[in-house]
Every structure is written in C-alpha cells, then in structure tokens.
C-alpha cells in the first residue's frame, strides 16, 4: 500500500513536469455480472485519476471498498471473500491513453498499460472514447474482465450465481485547461 501511494505520487510529479495534467476525484465505476441464478452488480463514485493531455500518460486509482452494491450481505461477501479490499484497497491502472485530438468533440481512444486487481498486475489494451461535453473532457470504456485472470476465486458451490467474466464501466470528467493545444 505505501508503495503504490510513494509510486503513484512519483508518477504524479513526473506527469506534472511535462504537460497539461488534468484530473477527476469522482470517477464512477460499475461492474456488472450477468450469472444464470442471479445478477450482480456494484457501483463506485469514489475513484480518481490524472490524465497528461501532453504525453498521455495516465493513472487510475478505485478504492476497492467504495463498490456499493444493492443487497449488504454481497458487499460483504464481495469485501471479504473476493477481492479481500483489507489485503488488496485499490486496483488501478498505470499506462498511457492515445486518441485525444484538441479540434475534435469526439474521438476514439485506446487506453494500452498495466491493470492491476486483487494484487495480480496484467497488460491491458481498452478501447474507449473521449469527449467534450459541458466544460469538462469525459473519458468513458466498457470492458471484461476475467475473474480468474486476477486470481479472484469463486466457490465451486456460486458458479451460478457469480459470472467468470464481469463487464466493467468507467467514466472520467475531467475538469482543465484542455481546450488549448500545447
């Protein structure tokens, strides 16, 4: 945990040094398990990131504990059972994101960097969009993810009810001078 926190900030000043960094401390994200018994899903307001309009780097960071879910015995479950958030507070994301052009409302963007869930670390590619909307540039990507890729076990007795493969949503409004093109 520190180093991710020692890590991160690092990274942050490097992003710092070298562009027009923008941030977002109410990032929303969901997952959703779609399971023959039953459909689980959670939500998050409570992720953050940084986003070098300049390099592209960027890092996200989820407090795994944030995920509110419907019924309280799964977020209990879901804390203590899979993803262990007092072993494992945070997934993030560490990588770069290509795609954003200044001149237009709309662009394609690929955000390509390491994941990292439940202490396991894995390369991933996410196709997504960015967009200007209201003020603010909004980086939005809907993905799978694997449970067992990150070693998230599920009981031989919840294959119904828990899907091995989860859709993840992401939204990002960040707030900054990234009208100009520097």
């Given at each position: 945990?520190?180093?991710?926190?020692?890590?991160?900030?690092?990274?942050?000043?490097?992003?710092?040094?070298?562009?027009?960094?923008?941030?977002?401390?109410?990032?929303y994200?969901?997952?959703?398990?779609?399971?023959?018994?039953?459909?689980?899903?959670?939500?998050?307001?409570?992720?953050?990131?940084?986003?070098d309009?300049?390099?592209?780097?960027?890092?996200?960071?989820?407090?795994?504990?944030?995920?509110?879910?419907?019924?309280?015995?799964?977020?209990?479950?879901?804390?203590?059972?899979?993803?262990?958030?007092?072993?494992?507070?945070?997934?993030?994301?560490?990588?770069?994101?290509?795609g954003?052009?200044?001149?237009?409302?709309?662009?394609?963007?690929?955000?390509?960097?390491?994941?990292?869930?439940?202490?396991?670390?894995r390369?991933?590619?996410?196709?997504?969009?960015?967009?200007?909307?209201?003020?603010?540039?909004?980086?939005?990507?809907?993905?799978?993810?694997?449970?067992?890729?990150?070693?998230?076990?599920?009981?031989?007795?919840?294959?119904?009810?828990?899907?091995?493969?989860?859709?993840?949503?992401?939204?990002?409004?960040?707030?900054?001078?990234?009208?100009?093109?520097?």
């Amino acid at each position: 945990m520190k180093r991710l926190v020692l890590l991160s900030f690092l990274l942050f000043q490097a992003m710092e040094a070298g562009g027009q960094v923008l941030r977002s401390e109410t990032g929303y994200v969901r997952f959703f398990s779609d399971a023959l018994i039953e459909d689980i899903s959670a939500e998050n307001d409570q992720a953050s990131a940084m986003f070098d309009l300049g390099s592209g780097d960027a890092v996200f960071l989820i407090p795994i504990m944030g995920f509110e879910f419907k019924k309280s015995l799964m977020q209990e479950h879901f804390n203590e059972n899979y993803l262990e958030s007092e072993k494992y507070p945070e997934a993030y994301f560490r990588g770069k994101i290509s795609g954003y052009s200044p001149v237009n409302t709309s662009s394609k963007a690929i955000a390509e960097g390491e994941m990292t869930i439940h202490g396991v670390s894995r390369k991933v590619k996410i196709p997504g969009t960015i967009t200007k909307q209201g003020g603010k540039l909004i980086l939005e990507a809907v993905f799978p993810i694997v449970l067992k890729d990150y070693n998230v076990e599920i009981p031989r007795l919840m294959f119904q009810n828990i899907a091995e493969e989860v859709e993840v949503t992401v939204r990002f409004g960040f707030k900054g001078d990234w009208t100009q093109d520097k």
